[in-house]
Structure formats: structure tokens, C-alpha cells
């Protein structure tokens, strides 16, 4: 594997971060965040699209992804000093933030607590703060989505067991057919199962897939419990360039949780994708990375 793909660092409190970088190495750098269950393999498979961009794309395995060593109990605040850490130990002092999914909150956590640091900030297809008034959380999601969050809720043993089973069913399926990452189950977009479908990505999704699986099931066991929790901080913080964007057929994070966003997040540029669902279209990446880089 390229060394940049599997970089690892430790920090003060004795934790391991592991971490990578893609695009062009002298670019503006991005923290792109992965969502949940996901880790630093997942980017676009052609990472020379990101240094059309001009952008040094860095993601991380959250604790408990993935080589991050787990930090149990934690909220989606707490990722914050990780990304400092990651920054100060590349010699990157501004920088701009992404997060897609579950990285979401996390891109939000850091604009609001790194202001000072960050340029522009996006929360794509980002779940909204469970409990936020005004929001039904569930409405418009897909059932095994709900359920996932109810074991969540419902306590560590039948959530880690019930966890344990999805990530070993998830690995056969992707060994088999990357197409098949969630199954058939799941009431996918057409859009959305497009993309998993396309060679590229189905790749990625076998590569990224077998770290997830080599990692276990903590980091996704932290980050669902954290989306149940408040996040700890106030969204009001937030003062940076923010875009809120979303797909309207998205049926993993409803749309309504773009929209309780943009209305929620100060002074939020919102882009609803009507024709897309949770994946996004991976050919616009030059255009929306460009954003992150210098806002064009």
C-alpha cells in the first residue's frame, strides 16, 4: 500500500490516529471526514481528480476505525483535537473541512470550534442532532436505518452483537460484490445504487470494506451512539462559510435533515441535489472540491 494511505501518528493522551492523504501533496489541504461505519480508504477512486482541484485531501480513521485506537464514550465534539492534531502534525495551519454522511457532524463540530483555522466548511447528506426540535428524525428514513439507531438506544450488548453480525454479512457481501455493500434489502435510489455499481468505485468499496473490517465494529459503535447523545457544542458557534448540501431521494438521511440544517446552521449555503440520493454524483468532485479550495 502507498505510505500516504496508511500514515499513523500519536497524540498526547497515548492514542494512535491513523491517516491519509490523496490529491496533490503542494494543494490547499481538505479534511474530508467519512461517514459511518467508514474510514480513510473512503475518497474518490481517482484521486487525480482532487489535484485538478488543487486540493491535498486528508482523511482519518476516527477512533475506533479502522489503526485508530477506540475512544469509548465519545461525542462528536471530541473530534475536534484530532483534526488540530492531525493539522499541526502535517505543518497545516488553515485548511477547509468536509464531511459526507456521518462525517457530517464532524465537519460542523470542527468549523464551530476551529474557526480560526478553518475557510470553508461542508456537511453533506449530514444527519441532524437527534431530539432537535422541529425535526422528525425518522421520517423518510429507511427502516434498517431506524433500526440500526434503535439498538443505539437500547444498550451496548445487543447494539455491539447486532453490530458484529451486520460488519461480517457487510465484508461477505462486498468480498463478493461491492454493488452489494448494503444489500437488498435496503430501499436504495436507483442514483445511489448506480454508483456503488460503477467498477471505480466498486474498488474502492472492496478496499475501504476489508480495513473496515480488519478495524472491527467500535468506530461504528461510537459514532452511532454519539448521534444519539448531544454532540457538544452549539451550532450557533459556527461563524465560517458553511454549505449544507443534500439529495432529495436520499432515504439513508432524509432530506428534512438538510433542511433543519440550513435553517439551524448560521448564515448556511444550501444546495439540494433533486435528482440524487445518499452518494452523490462522483463526477462533479473537481467542481465541488474547487469550493472547499478557493470557494469558485
Known amino acids: 500500500m502507498d505510505e500516504r494511505r496508511s500514515q499513523s501518528m500519536a497524540l498526547a493522551d497515548g492514542r ?3 491517516f491519509a492523504e490523496w490529491g ?89 470550534r ?6 470553508r466548511a ?66 436504495l435510489d436507483d442514483a445511489d445504487r448506480a454508483v456503488m455499481s460503477r467498477p471505480d468505485f466498486g474498488a474502492m468499496i472492496q478496499e475501504s470494506t476489508a480495513d473496515l473490517v480488519r478495524g472491527g465494529i467500535w468506530g461504528w459503535f461510537d459514532d452511532d451512539v454519539a448521534f444519539t447523545r448531544p454532540w457538544g457544542f452549539d451550532l450557533s458557534e459556527i461563524t465560517v462559510p458553511v454549505e449544507i448540501r443534500y439529495g432529495a431521494r436520499d432515504v439513508l438521511v432524509p432530506a428534512a435533515h438538510g433542511v433543519w440544517l440550513g435553517r439551524n446552521v448560521p448564515n448556511a449555503i444550501v444546495a439540494v441535489e433533486d435528482g440524487e440520493g445518499h452518494m452523490g454524483d462522483p463526477d462533479k468532485v473537481v467542481e465541488r472540491m474547487r469550493w472547499l479550495v478557493s470557494g469558485e
Open 122 to 187: 461542508r456537511c453533506a447528506v449530514g444527519i441532524a442532532p437527534y431530539g432537535a426540535p422541529d425535526l422528525d428524525f425518522f421520517d423518510g428514513m429507511d427502516p434498517l436505518n431506524v433500526t440500526e439507531f434503535g439498538w443505539a438506544l437500547e444498550g451496548e450488548e445487543r447494539h455491539a452483537t447486532e453490530l458484529t453480525r451486520e460488519l461480517r454479512e457487510m465484508g461477505e457481501r462486498v468480498a463478493a460484490d461491492p454493488g452489494q455493500m448494503l444489500g437488498d434489502d435496503w430501499a
Open 24 to 112: 496533490d501533496p503542494d494543494g490547499f489541504p481538505v479534511f474530508a471526514l467519512h461517514g459511518t461505519p467508514g474510514g480513510r480508504l473512503n475518497r474518490h477512486p481517482d484521486e487525480s481528480r482532487y489535484a485538478l482541484a488543487g486540493a491535498r485531501v486528508i482523511t482519518y480513521d476516527r477512533p475506533g476505525y479502522g489503526g485508530s485506537d477506540r475512544l469509548a464514550r465519545r461525542s462528536v465534539v471530541d473530534c475536534v483535537p484530532d483534526v488540530a492534531a492531525i493539522a499541526d502534525h502535517l505543518g497545516i495551519d488553515r485548511f477547509s473541512v468536509s464531511g459526507g454522511s456521518g462525517g457530517g457532524p464532524h465537519s460542523l463540530a470542527v468549523a464551530a
Open 16 to 18: 494512535t490516529l491513523c
Open 114 to 119: 476551529l474557526g480560526s483555522r478553518v475557510v
